[in-house]
């Protein structure tokens, strides 16, 4: 019988094993509670053991976290290549890319809010901004508020179904701003 892993180094076993263990667990996300999902149930369903699950991960919330983290790097790098230090974004361009990126990924994002997981991804942006102790506490509220603005612009996107592109987003953002 042919077993996919079995040409494979241990870190593409380990890539092989995350992805399955994702996969499963956002289509088991599909037609069932996050609470009522168990991790026998993700392994099962991933073709995996428990072992490589926990050799992974601490939790089931740890593999969307994970993978949360994972998806804004990649947007991180993507961003960086394209504009590396010293050349000028246009404004808000990176609000438009990391928009944008969500919206690509949006079955992940939508997945996350419709379990009541939201928090994960508020987690994840918060992470982005510098509010450590080391800096002056003016930027560290600063950095927090933008953080929590983003955030809360981005939940209630998901809320109504992140229809509109992070272009699209940004335009209503500035229409509506000078309203109020």
Same mark, same amino acid.
């Given at each position: !019988?042919?077993?996919?892993?079995?040409?494979?180094?241990?870190?593409?076993k380990? =890539?092989?094993v995350?992805q399955?263990i994702?996969?499963?667990l956002?289509?088991? !996300?599909?037609?069932?509670? &996050? +609470?009522?999902?168990? %991790? /026998?149930?993700?392994v099962?369903?991933?073709?995996?053991?428990?072992?490589?699950?926990?050799?992974?991960?601490?939790?089931?919330?740890?593999?969307?976290? /994970?993978?949360?983290?994972? *998806? =804004?790097? $990649?947007?991180?790098a /993507? &961003?960086? /290549?394209?504009?590396?230090?010293?050349?000028?974004?246009?404004?808000? @361009?990176? @609000?438009?890319?990391? @928009?944008? &990126?969500?919206?690509?990924?949006s079955? #992940?994002?939508?997945?996350?809010?419709h379990a009541? *997981? +939201?928090?994960?991804? *508020?987690? =994840?942006? @918060?992470?982005? #901004?510098?509010?450590?102790?080391?800096?002056?506490?003016?930027?560290?509220?600063?950095? +927090?508020? %933008?953080?929590? !603005?983003l955030?809360?612009?981005v939940?209630?996107?998901?809320?109504?179904?992140?229809? $509109?592109?992070?272009t699209?987003?940004?335009r209503? &953002?500035? $229409?509506?701003?000078?309203?109020?």
């Amino acid at each position: !019988m042919y077993h996919p892993m079995k040409n494979m180094n241990n870190q593409e076993k380990n =890539t092989y094993v995350r992805q399955h263990i994702l996969s499963a667990l956002l289509e088991l !996300m599909k037609s069932q509670d &996050f +609470s009522d999902i168990s %991790i /026998q149930t993700i392994v099962d369903v991933a073709g995996v053991g428990r072992a490589s699950f926990y050799r992974n991960f601490e939790s089931k919330e740890d593999v969307l976290k /994970q993978e949360s983290v994972r *998806l =804004t790097d $990649e947007w991180k790098a /993507q &961003f960086d /290549q394209e504009h590396p230090n010293g050349t000028p974004a246009p404004n808000n @361009l990176w @609000l438009i890319s990391l @928009l944008d &990126f969500y919206k690509v990924h949006s079955e #992940f994002y939508l997945a996350l809010y419709h379990a009541g *997981l +939201s928090d994960i991804m *508020l987690e =994840t942006i @918060l992470s982005y #901004f510098d509010r450590s102790p080391e800096i002056p506490n003016g930027l560290a509220y600063l950095n +927090s508020a %933008i953080g929590y !603005m983003l955030y809360g612009w981005v939940h209630e996107w998901m809320r109504r179904g992140m229809q $509109e592109s992070g272009t699209e987003l940004a335009r209503m &953002f500035v $229409e509506n701003s000078h309203l109020h």
